[in-house]
């Protein structure tokens, strides 16, 4: 019986192997068949000039183009062609498999991989990718909501090559993933972890050590991230350009102050809704940061003239200003805007309650308001009145113009200022008018809308 047994398994074995045999030369025809152009055009130009073609398709073209032959298919997925890929436009839904199947087809040639708002996609398709795209360099993971810090080990150890990471509103990610970073990947020089909560002053400080190439910073949202992780990006990554502290609200001057002193080359600053801050901070950066281009500051209410007029006299290339609730400002800063910022673009004075015909009179007078400026917020400055549309009809450059709530602003008023920009976009709301009182009874007590309210 046994030799017979031996029999059988021999045999059976045999089997086996001429049915692995016959699916390899069928894979084998398969794949020289894929080699064999079908079609006109492929066969009068080279591979190599199809393929660079190729390179400059998105993902829904290259997937289309794949349908049209089986070369055609080949051709279209050779990792060369995926050197930059961008799901967020293409699917959102994208599940890991998807991912971990592209990892495997483009190993070294891809660079950049955007998978934004995928929040099918985990931590083990990460790991995927880390272990086979060892050259990416662009990465966002911004909105994953399953990526955890068991993703980003894999890609410090992995990808040394990082140069920009995207984890805003990943949830799950803490210091850990901020450690890792700064131990495998030196050459960082863009991390976004707005919306990261986990996030300490701990965790950046381990970063900016490891990694003091960064350029680009952003903790929006961030709630731990204190004076201290501030002044230790200002120790280690002196060359910051952009740097987003929007809603780190235990911030203060102390920080701002060591950021305006070591970065220099600082461009543009978000720092609304940190209301600790003072003109301490504006003096700073008007002293050391001449190259300053966009300062975001609303909510700041404790800066005033004094900060501005600092700012206007020493940062002449001020093109955005986000100005936003600070509600001690007066015409002065207007009119030292007018003279000293001559390529301010953006200006944002919103609930700026102080501000009056006359200082947007100085604003449109200066060099800014004819050549560059483009979009000018006046929602809920009450003191605002027709005059300053008069004064606005200069601004040739004028875009967008919002007045919500500016209660003195009539319709001819705007209608006069369409006529004179007839590109314009005015934003404004006007409150239904009270319906006058009826000759058979009484005036009602509350128009429409109040008995609405």
């Keep these: 019986m046994t030799a017979r047994n031996g029999e059988r398994e021999k045999g059976s074995g045999k089997e086996q192997n001429e049915k692995m045999n016959q699916s390899q030369l069928a894979r084998n025809r398969f794949e020289k068949s894929c080699m064999i152009p079908d079609d006109e055009i ?73 998978l934004r708002g995928c929040q099918s996609v985990g931590s083990q ?37 990082l140069i920009a990471i995207n984890l805003e509103s990943c949830s799950q990610i803490s210091d850990s993933s901020l450690k890792a970073l700064s131990d495998g990947c030196p050459n960082l020089a863009e991390i976004n972890v707005s919306w990261c909560n986990l996030i300490t002053e701990n965790g950046v400080e381990a ?39 929007h809603s780190c609200d235990s911030i203060t001057d102390a920080s701002i102050s060591k950021i305006a002193e070591k970065c220099i080359n600082l461009k543009q ?14 003096i700073a950066l008007s002293t050391n940061n001449h190259y300053l281009n966009t300062l975001e500051v609303a909510g700041c209410a404790h800066f005033t003239d004094t900060g501005f007029i600092a700012l206007a006299k020493n940062c002449k290339f001020l093109e955005r200003m986000d100005l936003e609730e600070c509600s001690l400002i007066t015409d002065a800063t207007l ?17 700026c309650e102080l501000i009056t015909d006359e200082g947007i009179r100085q604003l449109a007078g200066g060099g800014c308001a004819a050549e560059s400026l ?29 007045l919500y709530d500016c209660q003195l602003i009539s319709r001819n008023a705007i209608r006069r200022l369409r006529n004179h920009l007839p590109n314009i976009k005015v934003h404004a709301y006007f409150a239904p008018v009270t319906p006058p009182p009826t000759a058979n009874g009484p005036r009602p007590r509350y128009c429409r809308c109040c008995e609405i309210l």
């Design 374 to 402: 483009s979009v000018l917020e006046l929602d809920n400055c009450p003191l605002i009145t027709d005059a300053t549309l008069e004064h606005l009809i200069s601004c040739h450059n004028l875009q967008r113009i919002e």
């Design 207 to 245: 970063l900016a050590r490891g990694c003091n190439k960064i350029k680009k910073f952003s903790s929006k949202g961030c709630k731990q991230v204190n004076d201290r992780a501030v002044i230790a990006l200002a120790l280690y990554c002196p060359g910051i350009e952009v740097l987003n502290l």
């Design 42 to 114: 492929s066969r009068k130009l080279p591979k190599e000039i199809l393929l660079r073609i190729l390179s400059y398709l998105d993902v829904t073209s290259l997937c289309r183009c794949g349908q049209v032959s089986r070369y055609w298919n080949m051709l279209a997925l050779d990792g060369s062609n995926w050197q930059k890929i961008d799901l967020f436009d293409f699917q959102r839904d994208i599940e890991g498999p998807v991912i971990e199947n592209i990892s495997l087809r483009c190993g070294g040639f891809l660079k950049y991989l955007r």
């Design 125 to 161: 398709s990460i790991r995927t990718l880390a272990q086979h795209c060892h050259n990416i360099e662009h990465l966002d993971l911004s909105e994953c909501k399953k990526i955890s810090d068991v993703a980003i080990q894999p890609l410090s150890k992995h990808c040394a090559k």
């Design 269 to 282: 600053l978000c720092v609304s809704k940190c209301t600790e801050l003072t003109d301490q901070s504006l």
């Design 335 to 351: 009119l030292n805007l007018a003279m000293g910022c001559p390529s301010l673009e953006k200006l944002t004075l919103s609930h």
